[in-house]
């Protein structure tokens, strides 16, 4: 089936600096790709969808100058979470569709964050 | 607007017995409906889905009937099995392709 990768798994930085997590389709490519953010004991939140080649469209609330998403290629889409606080300590998943316009979305393992 | 809830967990079962993870659903239109699941250390994985009223997934012995009437989508599984401890989250789909997702049930299946 298609696989979804996210590097690195776990990250800790200090506040102010920056992280980046790539999200990459191993083997189909994919037009959209979708970035979500889990708090403990909660649900998956949309951050942003992330079609190639265009700007990132930013759910309500989140700060698109904060949270960076670049879409280059058909198979890979990076989140920037630019000056990182302790409060954007969570658990980050992208997931990925088909070129061909299948509906399901295929999810990477997630990122953890931590920052000090 | 759109939401998805699901029942709260963990779910702690013997092995074989029947499983029932309830979930309904707010939304406006006619969404699709989805579960997937995650195991330890591993992405979410589409598990079923659902696309009209009245249809029915299923896989790996899972199965969920999309029922507009009452806005549910329960998930059941008929004799669960070690292997099937997880969490598994209800989602919906009603604009585009962006999910919606319930907060998930963690499944713990004891031998």
């Known amino acids: 089936g298609a696989v979804v990768s996210q590097h690195p798994s776990w990250v800790i930085c200090k506040s102010g600096t920056s992280v980046k997590i790539e999200c990459r389709s191993l083997?189909?490519?994919?037009?959209?790709m979708f970035w979500y953010r889990q708090f403990p004991k909660q649900s998956l939140m949309l951050m942003a969808t992330?079609?190639?080649?265009?700007?990132?469209?930013?759910e309500q609330g989140v700060e698109k100058d904060k949270f960076l998403i670049n879409h280059a290629s058909l198979t890979l889409s990076t989140l920037t979470v630019t000056s990182a606080h302790p409060e954007d300590s969570s658990f980050y998943i992208c997931?990925?569709?088909?070129?061909?316009?299948?509906?399901?979305?295929?999810f990477g393992p997630g990122t953890r964050l931590l920052v000090l | 607007g759109n939401s998805v809830t699901q029942m709260e967990g963990p779910v702690t079962l013997s092995e074989e017995a029947f499983l029932t993870i309830n979930c309904t659903y707010t939304?406006?239109?006619?969404?699709?409906l989805f579960w997937y699941v995650q195991y330890p250390g591993e992405g979410l994985q589409l598990l079923l889905k659902?696309?009209?009223?009245?249809d029915k997934g299923s896989n790996k012995g899972f199965e969920a009937t999309y029922r507009k009437e009452t806005t549910s989508f329960h998930l059941e599984k008929g004799s669960v099995q070690v292997s099937d401890s997880a969490v598994y989250f209800c989602?919906?789909?009603?604009?585009?392709?962006?999910?919606?997702f319930g907060k998930g049930t963690s499944l713990l299946v004891t031998p």
């Open positions: 997931s990925a569709r088909y070129a061909g316009g299948e509906e399901t979305q295929y």
């Open positions: 083997d189909f490519q994919a037009t959209t």
């Open positions: 992330s079609n190639e080649g265009s700007k990132a469209t930013y």
């Open positions: 939304a406006t239109g006619y969404p699709s």
């Open positions: 659902a696309t009209k009223a009245d």
């Open positions: 989602a919906l789909s009603a604009t585009g392709y962006a999910l919606n």
